[in-house]
T-cell receptor
Framework: DADVTQTPRNRITKTGKRIMLECSQT?????MYWYRQDPGLGLRLIYY???????NKGEISDGYSVSRQAQAKFSLSLESAIPNQTALYFC??????????????FGPGTRLTVL | GDSVTQMEGPVTLSEEAFLTINCTYT??????LFWYVQYPGEGLQLLLK?????DKGSNKGFEATYRKETTSFHLEKGSVQVSDSAVYFC????????????FGQGTRLTINP
């Protein structure tokens, strides 16, 4: 079984709808991240969490919110989806630590289309 | 802030050709450097990493050397295969504080038989 899972894998929604993307991990990592990937822009950090009580904004948090329900679960919400939020969304996890220990492990991604 | 710049893609090569994908970075501290690979329809996988100057990361025939003097971490492979076709991302992570990953824009590589 995959260590980092994301649901749904694909989603088409309409402008103004609320949508939640979910991420679960079995790696036992404390740190979890949400990124979005756009063609030609690489991955950009939306939010990150270092434990259940710690939530931090990333580079592009406007229009998004997150919830860390448990160590293993980190959800991303779009309260009112808009077309420019159409993208590929990735969840990732890592352990705290210096150097190579902060390798991040990625889920398979959720492709979101907002019409 | 910290940033990563990769060579523009897409890159198309023939099988067994030599590959170089350039990556340069800007960082205030001494970051760790990574190459991630994304195969079609999949998430990102760590390909190789280096944590200090002059370290060489290697995996699956790919290599990259952490060059502090030129702030570079170029990816190389001596003989590419069709199965290497993917998108490659260079990234850095600062070793202090939040240890967030900063990614380059990605380079799409296609290998023709």
């Amino acid at each position: 079984d995959a260590d980092v899972t994301q649901t749904p894998r694909n989603r088409i929604t309409k402008t103004g709808k609320r949508i939640m993307l979910e991420c679960s991990q079995t790696k036992g990592h404390d740190r979890m991240y949400w990124y979005r990937q756009d063609p030609g822009l690489g991955l950009r950090l939306i939010y990150y969490s270092f434990d259940v009580k710690d939530i931090n904004k990333g580079e592009i948090s406007d229009g998004y919110s997150v919830s860390r329900q448990a160590q293993a679960k980190f959800s991303l919400s779009l309260e009112s989806a808009i077309p420019n939020q159409t993208a590929l969304y990735f969840c990732a996890t890592s352990e705290p630590g210096q150097g190579a220990r902060n390798e991040q492990f990625f889920g398979p991604g959720t492709r979101l289309t907002v019409l | 802030g910290d940033s990563v710049t990769q060579m523009e893609g897409p890159v198309t090569l023939s099988e067994e050709a030599f590959l170089t994908i350039n990556c340069t970075y800007t960082a205030t501290g001494y970051p760790s450097l990574f190459w991630y690979v994304q195969y079609p329809g999949e998430g990102l996988q760590l390909l190789l990493k280096a944590t200090k100057a002059d370290d060489k990361g290697s995996n699956k025939g790919f290599e990259a050397t952490y060059r502090k003097e030129t702030t570079s971490f170029h990816l190389e492979k001596g003989s590419v295969q069709v199965s290497d076709s993917a998108v490659y991302f260079c990234a850095l992570s600062d070793i202090q504080g939040a240890q967030k990953l900063v990614f380059g824009q990605g380079t799409r590589l296609t290998i023709n038989p």
